[in-house]
């Protein structure tokens, strides 16, 4: 079965730092690998998304994720973290279908 | 970009009545829209797939004869909760695919609250 890990429940970080939020997945078959961005009480955001080519990705917001095959993961990352990141993350993957299975959702908080 | 509009945004009802959520795509065509439903503090549960012109598919455990799907035309898809009960209380969302957009591109509507006291 198809399925997405985001280990982290919260990941608290400076303002102006790197962020990461950890995505791994496990598909049979080559994914599609999806992030979103939830505010308070709002549907989701489309951050970005791997298709094909590239491992590195670039979204929207300065975000960025790198898609590694050997290790099955999708992080998401910041090179300088601002306030107003602070947000629910949702990593998210298909195969072969519409169907979207998302992962549980990482909340970041970034700190002044 | 492609946006997805829903209404009502949060809808308070009494328990036993039906509540209808409607989903639009507002500057493309979905040939596809999909229903979700989010727990607080919780991921996304996918609970159809609603396809312009047939009948929805639903997920496991998803009863079809209390989440009634009606994706009448290809702008709008409705989301009935028939007879809601407490337990039915939940974030909705939607999302349409613009097949335009790229492999499985899908965009989010802002969500629907619904409290059954």
């Known amino acids: 079965a198809q399925s997405v890990a985001q280990p982290e429940d919260q990941v608290n970080v400076a303002e102006g730092n790197p962020l990461t939020v950890k995505c791994t997945y496990s598909?049979?078959?080559?994914?599609?690998l999806f992030w979103y961005v939830q505010y308070p009480n709002r549907g989701l955001q489309f951050l970005l998304k791997?298709?094909?080519?590239?491992?590195l990705v670039k979204g929207s917001y300065g975000f960025e994720a790198e898609f590694n095959k050997s290790q099955t993961s999708f992080h998401l990352k910041k090179p300088s973290a601002l306030v107003s990141d602070s947000a629910l993350y949702f990593c998210?993957?298909?195969?072969?279908?519409?169907?979207?299975?998302f992962g549980t959702g990482t909340r970041l908080q970034v700190f002044p | 970009g492609a946006v997805v509009s829903q209404h009502p945004s949060w809808v308070i009802c009494k328990s036993g009545t039906s509540v209808k959520i409607e989903c639009r795509s507002l500057?493309?065509?979905?040939?596809?829209m999909f229903w979700y439903r989010q727990f607080p503090k919780q991921s996304l549960m996918l609970m159809a797939t609603?396809?312009?012109?047939?009948?929805?598919?639903?997920e496991q455990g998803v009863e079809k004869d209390k989440f009634l799907i009606n994706h009448a035309s290809l702008t709008l898809s409705t989301l009935t909760v028939t007879s809601a009960h407490p337990e039915d209380s939940s974030f909705y969302i939607c999302?349409?695919?613009?097949?335009?957009?790229?492999?499985?591109?899908?965009?989010f509507g802002p969500g629907t609250r619904l409290t059954v006291l």
């Open positions: 999302s349409a695919r613009d097949p335009s957009g790229g492999y499985n591109e899908q965009f």
């Open positions: 598909v049979s078959g080559n994914p599609y």
């Open positions: 791997y298709i094909t080519g590239d491992n």
């Open positions: 998210a993957v298909s195969v072969n279908t519409d169907k979207l299975i």
């Open positions: 500057d493309f065509q979905a040939t596809t």
């Open positions: 609603s396809n312009e012109g047939s009948k929805a598919t639903y």
